[in-house]
């Protein structure tokens, strides 16, 4: 963010001509972003009785968010976000159906698993066009910072809430109940928000072309990307520590609500951060906001009771949102504005991605070493990312303008 975003602006930008009621749509539209592969994991996992079959299957389902994010992105860029969202998501009911319908059925793991990334490819991405709504009917300044800066607290309360709803939900009569929850919400609330007039009218500029990278030939973006992979490495490395640390202590259910405390101090400072964001200049918060991050998740491997686990959540919750909101502020500095869209799709992509390593590695880790294992390797893995992008801080500079064509890869 160029500026500070004072409260005064947050509540500016909520009551934009034209912003409440794609806001109330993606909110419900948004809300399931992390249920979906999580519910997925816990539903096959119950289904089947295989932790194999259920992690192959979840991983297809974020494998194909990643790829699907980035091409409806680069689709809405071009003619708009309504009827994209409209074809994906009915596509995405479908697919979840018969998810559904093949699980119950006892269907082979490789039917799963194409299921999987199928319905991963069809998720509505509501939050890359929600974004880039703002950056329409905001202007530049204080308002629009705190636009990006709410869309970045609510996606991020979502990533964290999503596994512990899901948790939750798991232990009702039916474990597909969580997937099914998911599907319905992301559905109504993605066509509730497409058919918005805001969204439903509008139809973006012409888009140059840019190879097949789109924004990520820029090196910039690449810095970008990078650190979002990084943090969603560490949140996949807690999310699999902590619901394994309440198991161990005799009560799996705690898991769940465990991960939802990092939601509570994330949503408080990060309004507080949007106030005051540190450090002023974009390129260095990068790297410091996730080296930070690093060195809190370490605390985890501290407590030796749940309730002191709790504590340390809280404490680690607090760098959450600031770096997702880092990460959407710094789109508008390094990628072009006509493809606003995709850049988002593939910070999502990134996060995602990072976010399946994170929890493969996470999981290898506490089984075979111990889960104090997996907050200490997640913290080195930070650091690392952390250190990747402060070599490559000088990529992330001045806006870049809308391109002719896009820079050679060997730029950076």
Do not use: K
């Amino acid at each position: 963010m160029s500026q500070s975003a004072g409260l005064a602006d947050y509540r500016a930008a909520l009551t934009t001509p034209g912003a409440r009621g794609p806001a109330l749509a993606s909110l419900l539209g948004r809300l399931p972003v992390a249920m979906v592969g999580f519910s997925m994991l816990l539903y096959i996992r119950e289904s089947t009785g295989s932790y194999a079959t259920a992690s192959l299957v979840s991983a297809g389902t974020l494998v194909g968010l990643a790829i699907g994010s980035v091409g409806q992105g680069r689709i809405m860029d071009r003619i708009g976000a309504a009827i994209p969202l409209l074809v994906t998501t009915a596509l995405f009911g479908v697919f979840v159906g018969l998810t559904l319908i093949a699980t119950e059925s006892g269907a082979p793991t490789a039917l799963l698993i194409v299921l999987g990334v199928a319905v991963g490819m069809t998720e509505p991405v509501v939050a890359s066009a929600s974004r880039t709504m703002w950056t329409r009917v905001t202007p530049v300044g204080p308002v629009r910072d705190a636009a990006l800066a709410y869309e970045a607290i609510s996606m991020e309360v979502f990533f964290i809430l999503g596994p512990a709803i899901s948790g939750l939900l798991i232990a009702l009569p039916w474990a597909g109940t969580g997937l099914a929850t998911a599907a319905v919400c992301m559905v109504v609330g993605s066509v509730w928000f497409a058919l918005t007039p805001t969204i439903r009218r509008h139809r973006p500029d012409p888009v140059e072309h840019t190879g097949l990278l789109g924004p990520l030939a820029f090196p910039g973006m690449r810095t970008l990307a990078i650190a979002a992979m990084g943090f969603g490495m560490m949140l996949g490395f807690i999310e699999v520590a902590v619901p394994a640390a309440a198991t161990a202590a005799g009560n799996t259910p705690a898991g769940g609500l465990l991960l939802g405390l990092l939601s509570i101090s994330s949503v408080l400072f990060g309004v507080v951060y949007g106030v005051r964001p540190w450090p002023r200049a974009m390129n260095l918060r990068l790297s410091a906001l996730l080296a930070v991050f690093a060195v809190l998740v370490a605390v985890l491997a501290i407590p030796t009771t749940l309730v002191w686990l709790a504590v340390a959540l809280l404490l680690v919750g607090t760098m959450v949102t600031p770096q997702a909101t880092t990460h959407s502020a710094a789109i508008d500095l390094v990628a072009p504005p006509t493809a606003a869209t995709e850049a988002f799709g593939w910070i999502i992509t990134a996060v995602t991605l990072g976010l399946a390593l994170g929890q493969l590695v996470s999981g290898q880790l506490v089984e075979h070493v111990g889960i104090w294992s997996s907050y200490l390797v997640a913290t080195g893995v930070g650091l690392v990312f952390a250190g990747i992008v402060y070599a490559r801080r000088a990529t992330v500079g001045e806006r870049v303008p809308a391109p002719a064509q896009a820079p050679a890869m060997a730029c950076g």
